[in-house]
């Protein structure tokens, strides 16, 4: 029995070392970054990245046009073919 209760404290132990990190990682979470470093450090990501060329951004561009008029077409002709059936189906 007295093991038992002796498992039961280091289990209480246990939990209270969990609570007490959670509350740390909490108090790490409020803590604001300046408007200003924020700032700084979003420029500096920002420099970072490959930036496409106008040629590349044109032809991806085309690209997202041509592909969404494509999948639109098909989504209306898949309404219009499913209307029109269960229109004849059930009857107006």
Do not use: C, H
């Not at 740390?24 to 060329?53: D, G, H, S």
């Amino acid at each position: 029995m007295q093991r038992r209760q002796g498992g039961d404290r280091t289990s209480v132990d246990r939990a209270a070392a969990a609570t007490t990190t959670r509350r740390a990682a909490a108090q790490e979470k409020r803590k604001r970054t300046p408007p200003r470093q924020f700032l700084k450090e979003v420029r500096q990501e920002l420099k970072k990245v490959a930036w496409p060329t106008r040629q590349e951004l044109v032809a991806y561009t085309i690209v997202v046009l041509v592909s969404v008029t494509v999948l639109t077409s098909y989504v209306f002709g898949l309404d219009f073919v499913f209307s029109k059936v269960v229109l004849n189906l059930f009857g107006t």
